[in-house]
């Protein structure tokens, strides 16, 4: 599985961005894709993550910085994931990559660590500005 994001930028703050995430490759039914950032000199940290089988979607999880702001979803047709990113504050600044997994722990429940996880894709830059 290889993965694309992109939809990154420069944004003013309160503003929007929605970021895609691309599978290609062989790929299976029933996985779970997460989003994580990393802003400059901070570790990576989990921002949303969903994950589904088929038609049928198991969960939606947010970290608490992305609730109420954030919506993270899928197209299936089209192998993407998507995260809507509404209300952007400076502190939302940050390289944001996508990640998949295909191992059923993570596809029935949401897990917010990024070593679960194991195709990234090459990372989109968000900058809002205040």
């Known amino acids: 599985v290889q993965l694309q994001a992109s939809g990154g930028g420069l944004v003013q703050a309160g503003g929007s961005l929605r970021l895609s995430c691309v599978a290609s490759g062989h790929f299976p039914t029933s996985y779970a894709t997460g989003w994580f950032r990393q802003a400059s000199g901070k570790a990576r940290e989990f921002v949303a993550a969903i994950g589904w089988s088929g038609s049928t979607t198991y969960y939606e999880d947010y970290a608490d910085s992305a609730k109420g702001r954030f919506t993270i979803s899928r197209d299936s047709a089209k192998n993407t994931v998507y995260l809507q990113m509404n209300s952007l504050k400076s502190e939302d600044t940050a390289v944001y990559y996508c990640?998949?997994?295909?191992?059923?722990?993570?596809?029935?429940?949401?897990?917010?660590?990024?070593?679960?996880?194991?195709?990234w894709g090459q990372g989109t830059q968000v900058t809002v500005s205040s």
């Open positions: 990640a998949a997994v295909r191992r059923s722990s993570v596809v029935f429940l949401p897990s917010r660590l990024a070593s679960e996880y194991d195709y």
